[in-house]
């Protein structure tokens, strides 16, 4: 049997595992992991700063529903990757952070060794599955294999390894083999006739769909068809039945009338979902109605929103039984779901502010110019916030907009991640002129990898959501309007194209350009622009 590094089984390892692609930054520890990737034959991407490789593999994640995986340096990797690591804690995406580590022999001595961490795996703790610090090389089949067991066989989140610098470039006996995940966990098939019985006597049902419910479009649509059901998606379940569906009340659960229906329902399924903050801006939405709640997660259905009936199950096996369980019932599904949405849909539309009304005009500028497989990586801006309503989607894992961490800077990262995994797709990013600044360094990749990205940016001179949120309270503006750079000529220093759009002409044929250019376009859209006025 040939013998290797640690570091390279560790590569041939992910690769059978199917691993194509590290999002990483080298650093002396982790030299051994390079020969690996190297001799694997996996494409590195360099990022400019490791927050960059978290969100670039959680884009990828997103994008392909496979694991993003990023290679970082001990200590200062770490923490400069805690943010995308949690981001990707928080929307249960599957994230494999390889990381160095100082010697086995000096882990928390507080010696001094370059990088040094007191805990290194504590660090993350809070905000991965697991996080394992290997003292062995004979280790690491096992603990990727339950890495692999999270993010196929359970609810995914990301799993840190970290890899001490003494440990990678041990001499192993090659042949590490991948490990077969566990199944999915399968409804209760008495728990599936109990909630065939609870929605099929319901006069005003009502479906909302989470991340979790990925996947599930054609059991969703058929339950929702039988009983009349509006369905609600939260940003993770935007597009998993097609807005342009009668049913579909969008991503709106930010706006009253969409909350006052999930309160007006007398039975609400719940799939797939935490119903978190992020999404409906309220600390807790009211539900007055009946919840059944379908999860992977045992915990998330004893969490915030007692359920009347709690089903633990992979979604898409446990909508199609139910789907299968109503079609067994004889019940007439209820006749006015259609005409509450476009009634709903009315009501968001004439809710709209001034400024509401100037994001919409560009998200129906977007939508024109791009085809529906477009992933559009959002950060939190205003204009993304209005982006979940107004922004219609007809695919599934095609909007972004992460509300629960809520990191500022992250539409760029995520969307290089994500055009690298999925590049016959059309990716774009969407960011505030505060929240660009956090990650533009990161452009400078994007230009290397020549990736055909459209970076809008959306300015206002302002941290806008927060000076909103001053005015309001009547507290003075201190530190909410920074200086924006010439965000155009900041682009083309990056190796990029730049330019500021002023017609929504102009918009649609700038993204037509970027989408077949040999590098990236940031676009800037001014909020105090004419055509965006009247
Ligand atoms: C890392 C991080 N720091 C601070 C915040 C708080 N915050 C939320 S929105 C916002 C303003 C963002 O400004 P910009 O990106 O220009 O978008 P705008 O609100 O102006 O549309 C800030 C500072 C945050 N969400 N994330
Ligand atoms: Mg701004």
Same mark, same amino acid.
């Given at each position: 049997m040939k013998t290797m590094t640690c570091g390279e089984g560790i590569m041939q390892l992910l690769a059978a595992y199917g691993v194509d692609t590290v999002f990483g930054m080298a650093g002396t520890m982790t030299i051994e992991l390079y020969r690996g990737i190297?001799?694997?034959?996996?494409?590195?991407?360099?990022?400019?700063?490791?927050?960059?490789?978290?969100?670039?593999? %959680?884009?990828?994640?997103?994008?392909? /529903?496979?694991?993003?995986?990023?290679?970082?340096?001990?200590?200062? /990797?770490?923490?400069?990757?805690?943010?995308?690591i949690a981001q990707a804690y928080c929307d249960s995406q599957p994230l494999l952070v390889l990381s160095g580590a100082c010697a086995a022999?000096?882990?928390?001595?507080?010696?001094?060794?370059?990088?040094?961490?007191?805990?290194?795996?504590?660090?993350?703790?809070?905000?991965?599955?697991?996080?394992?610090?290997?003292?062995?090389?004979? %280790?690491?089949?096992e603990w990727i294999g339950r890495a692999y067991a999270v993010f196929r066989g359970s609810r995914p989140r990301p799993v840190h390894l970290s890899l001490p610098r003494d440990v990678l470039p041990q001499a192993i006996e090659g042949g590490w083999r991948p490990?077969?995940?566990?199944?999915?966990?399968?409804? %209760?098939?008495?728990?599936?006739?109990?909630?065939? %019985?609870?929605?099929?006597?319901?006069?005003?049902?009502?479906?909302?769909?989470?991340?979790?419910?990925? /996947?599930?479009?054609?059991?969703l649509t058929a339950i929702a068809e039988r009983l009349g059901a509006p369905v609600l998606a939260t940003n993770a379940g935007k597009g998993i039945l097609p807005e342009s569906h009668p049913l579909s009340?969008?991503?709106?659960?930010?706006?009253?009338?969409? =909350?006052e229906a999930l309160a007006d329902a007398d039975v609400v399924l719940l799939v797939g979902s935490q119903l978190s903050a992020g999404d409906s801006f309220v600390p807790r939405l009211e539900i007055a109605g009946d919840l059944i709640r379908i999860d992977i997660d045992p915990q998330e259905l004893a969490s915030v929103y007692g359920a009347a009936l709690s089903i633990q199950g992979d979604a898409r096996a446990t909508l199609r039984a139910l789907a299968a369980a109503l079609g067994r019932r004889e019940f007439a599904p209820r006749a006015d779901g259609a005409s509450r949405v476009?009634?709903?849909?009315?009501?968001?539309?004439?809710?709209?502010?001034?400024?509401?009304?100037?994001?919409?005009?560009?998200?129906?500028?977007?939508?024109?110019?791009?085809?529906?497989?477009?992933?559009?990586?959002?950060?939190?801006? =205003?204009?993304?916030?209005?982006?979940?309503?107004?922004?219609?989607?007809?695919?599934?894992?095609?909007?972004?907009?992460?509300?629960?961490?809520?990191?500022?800077?992250?539409?760029?990262?995520?969307?290089?991640?994500?055009?690298?995994?999925?590049?016959?797709?059309?990716?774009?990013?969407?960011? /505030?002129?505060?929240?660009?600044?956090?990650?533009?360094?990161?452009l400078a990749t994007a230009a290397e990898e020549r990736l055909a990205l459209p970076v809008i940016v959306w300015?206002?001179?302002?941290?806008?959501?927060?000076?909103?949120?001053?005015?309001r309270r009547e507290v003075p503006r201190i530190g909410v309007e920074p200086k924006s750079p010439d965000f155009v000529r900041v682009a083309e220093g990056l190796g990029c194209h730049g330019l500021r759009v002023t017609s929504a002409a102009q918009l649609q044929q700038s993204l037509g350009s970027a989408l077949g250019a040999d590098r990236p376009t940031l676009i800037e859209i001014r909020e105090d622009a004419d055509w965006l006025s009247g």
């Amino acid at each position: 049997m040939k013998t290797m590094t640690c570091g390279e089984g560790i590569m041939q390892l992910l690769a059978a595992y199917g691993v194509d692609t590290v999002f990483g930054m080298a650093g002396t520890m982790t030299i051994e992991l390079y020969r690996g990737i190297g001799l694997a034959g996996i494409r590195h991407v360099q990022c400019r700063n490791e927050q960059g490789a978290s969100l670039m593999a %959680d884009g990828y994640a997103r994008a392909t /529903g496979n694991p993003g995986v990023c290679t970082i340096i001990a200590g200062p /990797g770490v923490t400069n990757a805690a943010t995308g690591i949690a981001q990707a804690y928080c929307d249960s995406q599957p994230l494999l952070v390889l990381s160095g580590a100082c010697a086995a022999p000096t882990l928390s001595k507080g010696w001094g060794a370059i990088h040094e961490l007191a805990d290194q795996a504590a660090v993350t703790a809070g905000f991965t599955a697991f996080s394992t610090m290997i003292r062995e090389p004979q %280790d690491l089949p096992e603990w990727i294999g339950r890495a692999y067991a999270v993010f196929r066989g359970s609810r995914p989140r990301p799993v840190h390894l970290s890899l001490p610098r003494d440990v990678l470039p041990q001499a192993i006996e090659g042949g590490w083999r991948p490990r077969r995940p566990p199944s999915l966990p399968m409804p %209760d098939p008495a728990a599936i006739e109990e909630a065939a %019985d609870r929605l099929a006597v319901a006069t005003r049902p009502l479906i909302v769909v989470g991340g979790g419910a990925v /996947g599930t479009r054609v059991p969703l649509t058929a339950i929702a068809e039988r009983l009349g059901a509006p369905v609600l998606a939260t940003n993770a379940g935007k597009g998993i039945l097609p807005e342009s569906h009668p049913l579909s009340l969008g991503c709106s659960i930010v706006r009253a009338p969409s =909350q006052e229906a999930l309160a007006d329902a007398d039975v609400v399924l719940l799939v797939g979902s935490q119903l978190s903050a992020g999404d409906s801006f309220v600390p807790r939405l009211e539900i007055a109605g009946d919840l059944i709640r379908i999860d992977i997660d045992p915990q998330e259905l004893a969490s915030v929103y007692g359920a009347a009936l709690s089903i633990q199950g992979d979604a898409r096996a446990t909508l199609r039984a139910l789907a299968a369980a109503l079609g067994r019932r004889e019940f007439a599904p209820r006749a006015d779901g259609a005409s509450r949405v476009r009634a709903v849909r009315a009501r968001i539309e004439q809710s709209l502010s001034p400024v509401e009304r100037k994001h919409a005009k560009v998200w129906s500028t977007l939508r024109a110019s791009l085809p529906p497989e477009t992933i559009v990586m959002g950060d939190a801006s =205003q204009l993304v916030y209005s982006g979940s309503f107004a922004m219609p989607m007809e695919e599934e894992r095609c909007w972004f907009y992460s509300g629960t961490y809520c990191a500022l800077g992250v539409a760029l990262p995520m969307a290089i991640g994500a055009k690298i995994g999925a590049p016959r797709r059309p990716v774009i990013a969407v960011a /505030g002129d505060g929240g660009l600044m956090f990650t533009i360094n990161e452009l400078a990749t994007a230009a290397e990898e020549r990736l055909a990205l459209p970076v809008i940016v959306w300015n206002n001179d302002a941290l806008k959501e927060i000076v909103d949120q001053m005015d309001r309270r009547e507290v003075p503006r201190i530190g909410v309007e920074p200086k924006s750079p010439d965000f155009v000529r900041v682009a083309e220093g990056l190796g990029c194209h730049g330019l500021r759009v002023t017609s929504a002409a102009q918009l649609q044929q700038s993204l037509g350009s970027a989408l077949g250019a040999d590098r990236p376009t940031l676009i800037e859209i001014r909020e105090d622009a004419d055509w965006l006025s009247g």
